[in-house]
């Protein structure tokens, strides 16, 4: 069964940085697109940043030049740099695996907690 799993939430006060990850098993991780999303309290869950199918990155206005995502295809994982954090960052981060081909082939993880707070 295909597996996604984030780690690297938790608390950090405004200006903090957190490395979430999201280590995938039981597919092959260079036939996805993998993106990164976040739902806060709320809200409705909301792209955060992706890998388009030729390999480009895009970004939410709400993080760019904060949040940097990249992959290690040879580890099957992806990962996301988050610095300068707000408190409007806090949201359960997921990791999300679309694969490249058969559209409606989707993948979620379970989320992780990001807690900005003084």
């Known amino acids: 069964q295909v597996q996604l799993v984030e780690s690297g939430g938790g608390l950090v006060q405004p200006g903090g940085s957190l490395r979430l990850s999201c280590a995938a098993s039981?597919?092959?991780?260079?036939?996805?697109?993998m993106s990164w999303y976040r739902q806060a309290p709320g809200k409705e869950r909301e792209l955060v940043a992706t890998f388009t199918r030729t390999g480009n990155t895009n970004y939410a206005d709400s993080v760019k030049g904060r949040f940097t995502i990249s992959r290690d295809n040879a580890k099957n994982s992806m990962y996301l740099q988050i610095n300068s954090l707000k408190p409007e960052d806090t949201a359960v981060y997921y990791c999300r695996a679309d694969h490249r081909v058969q559209s409606g082939i989707v993948y979620w993880g379970q989320g992780t907690q990001v807690t900005v707070s003084s």
């Open positions: 039981r597919f092959t991780f260079s036939n996805y697109v």
